[in-house]
């Protein structure tokens, strides 16, 4: 198991603030849009890989928020000459029809940076299960987190049915439902004390923890 992935996963457990998971896609995320915008951008091997695949929609928005526009420009540039190119050899009226709309929409959905990031992010999943089963220290962190978004508690329980053992599975399986269940029932309260509030027969009755109730559950429950 390399140090690359065990650091910060040990790092971003210890924290218990949230999905570990998010944060750590958020850190995956916020560095690859760094390195893009800096001397990256000019280096011929990630140009080419950039000018074939592009960027999605949300990462050409985070890019443009950035500093570099002049760096963005520049790989709209090739990108687009490339797309040029391409369908340039494409035939649109002809039996090869299908050739150019399986391209199009396959540069339509395909990003540089969601590749990057999805190449580091399963490997910090599958080191988490591993830490889990070998670790002593990391259980503990893990038992204290708060909760995990649907999506990675999902992609985290089945990452588990191949980098966890069978011996100790269950037990897994156990403790990660365990945290799980436990948030959600919580919030499930929440928002429904949230809806009942604004019964009049409920006006005198405190909020509680349930205010925030619809905010906490859409960060919490689904990631974006």
């Known amino acids: 198991m390399e140090k690359i992935y065990t650091i910060p996963v040990n790092e971003t457990f210890e924290e218990q603030?949230?999905?570990p998971f998010c944060r750590l896609f958020s850190?995956?995320?916020s560095d690859e849009l760094d390195i893009i915008l800096g001397a990256s951008l000019m280096e011929p091997d990630i140009r080419i890989e950039t000018n074939k695949?592009?960027?999605c929609h949300a990462h050409y928005e985070k890019m443009f928020e950035g500093k570099n526009?002049?760096?963005l420009g520049l790989m709209?540039?090739?990108h687009i000459a490339e797309l040029i190119t391409r369908l340039e050899k494409m035939p649109l009226l002809s039996d090869k029809t299908k050739a150019t709309s399986d391209y199009l929409e396959e540069a339509s959905h395909s990003c540089y940076i969601c590749d990057r990031i999805e190449n580091n992010f399963e490997k910090m999943i599958e080191c988490a299960c591993i830490l889990w089963e070998t670790d002593e220290a990391?259980?503990?962190k893990f038992a204290k987190t708060p909760y995990f978004c649907i999506e990675h508690y999902s992609r985290m329980m089945k990452c588990a049915t191949t980098f966890v053992s069978k011996k100790v599975r269950p037990d897994f399986y156990k403790a990660a439902s365990t945290i799980e269940l436990?948030?959600?029932k919580e919030l499930q309260g929440d928002v429904s004390w949230f809806c009942k509030k604004f019964d009049y027969r409920y006006d005198d009755e405190p909020w509680g923890n349930s205010k925030d109730a619809v905010e906490r559950a859409i960060k919490s429950v689904y990631h974006k």
């Open 69 to 71: 526009r002049l760096g």
């Open 27 to 29: 850190r995956l995320e």
């Open 53 to 55: 695949k592009g960027f």
């Open 138 to 140: 990391f259980r503990e």
């Open 182 to 184: 436990a948030y959600l």
């Open 76 to 78: 709209l540039e090739t």
């Open 17 to 19: 603030d949230g999905c």
